[in-house]
C-alpha cells in the first residue's frame, strides 16, 4: 500500500483493517486447531469492525473535533485498542508482519479519533510502538515533521496517570519511550525550532533521561554528518544537561 500521511483518515484505517483482517483470518483457518478457548480473529475482526462503524458515526454525526456528548471518548478509545491489540498479537503470533503494520495505522487512526475528541489516550503502548515503526519507515525529513507534532498530541492526551509517571524504575515504560523517540525524531527532522520544542519537553518529562539522550545525540551528530544548524542545537543542550555546573 502507498506510504500513510499522518494522521491517517478513517476511511484509509478501514481499508487497512480490511486488508489485514482477511489475511489473519484466513491464514487462521488453514491452520485452525481443532479446539480452542481463545476468542478467534474473526470474533475479534467482528468487534473491531463494529468499532470503526461507530467512531466514523459520531464523525459524520457529531463532527470531526470537539466533544462528544453521546459517547465516553475514552472508554470507546480504550476497548478499540485493546481489540486491536488482540487481533495484532494474532498477526504475530501467525507471522503476518504486513497486517501487523496495517493494524498500527489504524492504531493511529484510533488515536487520532480520541485526540479530536478531546479523550483521554489510556492504553499507550499500542501507539507508542505503532509511531516507533512509522518512524522507522520514514525517511525525509519533511515527512518527519507531521509525526513528530503526532507524538506530542499523543503525549499530551495521555491520561494523567501516565504523566504522573510513576513507574520510573522500568525504563520500557511507553511514556518515557514516547518522548525519547520523540526526541529522535524531531532531531531526524532537520529543523532546529521543532527540536527545541521538543527538547525542552524532554527535559521538562524525563530530567533523569536527558543527559544521556543529549550525550548520544552528540555522538550521532558526528556519525550521521548532521547539517551545522542541527549540530548547534544538539551542542547546546549537551553542555546544558552533561557539563559539571560550578557552585
Do not use: C
Not at 473535533?65 to 453521546?70: C, F, I, L, R
Not at 501467525?94 to 483521554?120: K, S, T, Y
Not at 515527512?143 to 520500557?172: C, H, W
Not at 518522548?179 to 527532522?189: D, K, P, S
Amino acid at each position: 500500500m502507498t506510504t500513510t500521511t499522518l494522521p491517517p483518515s478513517l476511511g484509509e484505517a478501514a481499508l487497512r483493517f480490511e486488508h489485514a483482517a482477511t489475511d489473519i483470518i484466513d491464514t487462521y483457518e488453514s491452520r485452525r486447531p481443532a479446539n480452542s478457548n481463545q476468542v478467534t480473529p474473526g470474533q475479534l475482526a467482528e468487534a473491531v469492525n463494529q468499532f470503526l462503524i461507530i467512531i466514523s458515526r459520531v464523525d459524520r454525526e457529531e463532527g470531526a473535533v470537539g466533544p462528544v456528548a453521546k459517547e465516553d471518548v475514552t472508554q470507546l478509545g480504550d476497548y478499540g485498542m485493546t481489540l486491536l491489540t488482540d487481533l495484532s498479537a494474532w498477526a504475530g503470533q501467525l507471522n503476518l508482519p504486513v497486517p501487523r503494520d496495517d493494524l498500527e495505522i489504524v492504531v493511529l487512526a484510533a488515536a487520532d479519533w480520541v485526540m479530536r475528541h478531546e479523550g483521554q489516550i489510556r492504553a499507550l503502548d499500542p501507539v507508542v510502538n505503532a509511531l516507533a515503526n512509522f518512524a522507522n519507515r520514514m525517511h525525509d525529513p519533511t515527512a518527519l515533521e507531521p509525526l513528530t507534532l503526532f507524538m506530542g498530541r499523543v503525549a499530551q492526551a495521555s491520561a494523567k496517570y501516565i504523566k504522573q509517571d510513576l513507574e520510573k524504575t522500568n525504563p520500557g515504560r511507553p511514556w518515557r519511550v514516547l518522548h525519547l523517540n520523540r526526541g529522535i525524531v524531531a532531531t531526524r527532522t532537520n529543523n532546529p525550532a521543532l527540536m527545541e520544542k521538543v527538547f525542552d519537553d524532554l527535559v521538562r518529562y524525563l530530567p533523569e533521561d536527558a543527559p544521556a539522550f543529549f550525550a548520544e545525540g552528540m555522538q550521532q551528530m558526528e556519525a550521521l554528518n548532521y547539517p551545522q544548524p542541527v549540530r548547534q542545537v544538539m551542542g547546546r543542550y549537551f553542555d546544558r544537561w552533561t557539563r559539571p555546573r560550578m557552585h
